[in-house]
């Protein structure tokens, strides 16, 4: 059994695949053997339904989503940010911390002077600088609106079982194999990542920090959520001189 382009159209199920989250071992578990397979690939719900309308096809009356604690999913996002796009243009990688990165995602909701061109976020001091993608940033409420049935939420941290209890018994597929070199989750943030950027993490991300209780993998501890915009330090490396 496989989707058709992220959607089984024999069950009714609409499998959204934010970045970083086992997605492409769930791509590969239902039929999909290169990500070339995937026409959607990375789309959220509104763009989904939009193909849906477009193609005249059936509806979906479910949706699922794996959830990652968004501290381990930026971490995530950083590494592959890095060895994507900054090497494939020869440029170092410690010339782009991930405080920058940070700073950039806090500038990015804010519309902080950038350019959106696609999904590519560029800071207009530097223009011709891919800074972020905003689907490895976007907030998970991004990813389901505009989706009226039901969503089912799977946890990275246990997805070999809430996948097994949640949506098994409808696809038919028992198990996820692992697909990819992402390493699991972490318990113990690196040292690179410093207070200041958690608080911004945790201000952007509250509602869904808050939803699924994800907590700071160093202390285990919540950070104070700040109410107000945060104005960043504004420390950019020379990756984006």
Same mark, same amino acid.
């Given at each position: ?6 959607? #089984?159209?024999? *069950? ?8 970083? $989250? ?11 053997? &290169?990500s070339k397979d995937? @026409? ?20 979906? #009356?479910?949706?699922? =989503? ?9 971490? /995530? ?6 060895? $994507?796009?900054? @090497?494939?243009?020869?440029?170092? *990688? !410690?010339?782009?911390?991930? &405080?920058?990165?940070?700073?950039? +995602?806090?500038?990015?909701?804010? *519309?902080?002077?950038?350019? =959106?061109?696609?999904?590519? %976020?560029?800071?207009?001091?530097? !223009? ?7 689907r490895h940033i976007?907030?998970? /409420?991004?990813? $389901? ?25 409808? &696809?038919? %597929? ?7 070199? $992402?390493?699991?989750?972490?318990? %113990?943030?690196?040292?690179?990542? #410093?207070?200041?950027?958690?608080? =911004? +993490? ?12 994800? *907590?700071?993998?160093?202390? #285990? ?9 945060? !104005?960043? !330090? ?8």
């Open positions: 059994m496989a989707l058709f382009r992220m959607l #089984d159209l024999n *069950r009714n199920i609409f499998f959204a695949h934010m970045p970083k $989250t086992a997605g492409s071992s769930i791509e590969f578990a239902h039929g999909f053997r &290169t995937v @026409l959607l690939r990375h789309r959220n719900a509104q763009q989904m339904m939009t193909h849906v309308q477009e193609e005249a096809l059936p509806m979906p #009356d479910q949706s699922f =989503i794996v959830v990652r604690n968004i501290y381990d999913r930026l971490r /995530s996002s950083y590494h592959h940010f890095q060895s $994507t796009v900054i @090497l494939e243009k020869g440029e170092p *990688r !410690r010339n782009y911390t991930f &405080t920058s990165y940070i700073e950039t +995602i806090a500038r990015y909701f804010e *519309r902080d002077n950038i350019d =959106i061109r696609g999904p590519q %976020v560029f800071l207009r001091e530097a !223009r011709r600088r891919v800074a972020a993608d905003i976007e907030r998970l /409420s991004w990813w $389901t609106e505009g989706f009226e049935g039901e969503w089912r939420y799977l946890r990275f941290e246990n997805l070999a079982s809430d996948y097994a209890i949640q949506i098994a018994p409808m &696809t038919g %597929v028992q198990a996820i194999p692992k697909r990819n070199v $992402t390493p699991a989750s972490v318990k %113990v943030l690196p040292s690179y990542i #410093d207070k200041g950027s958690l608080e =911004i +993490i945790a201000s952007i991300y509250k509602d869904e920090i808050e939803k699924f209780d994800m *907590r700071v993998p160093k202390t #285990d501890q919540k950070v104070r959520i700040r109410d107000t915009k945060w !104005r960043g !330090r504004r420390e950019w490396s020379s990756y984006l001189a």
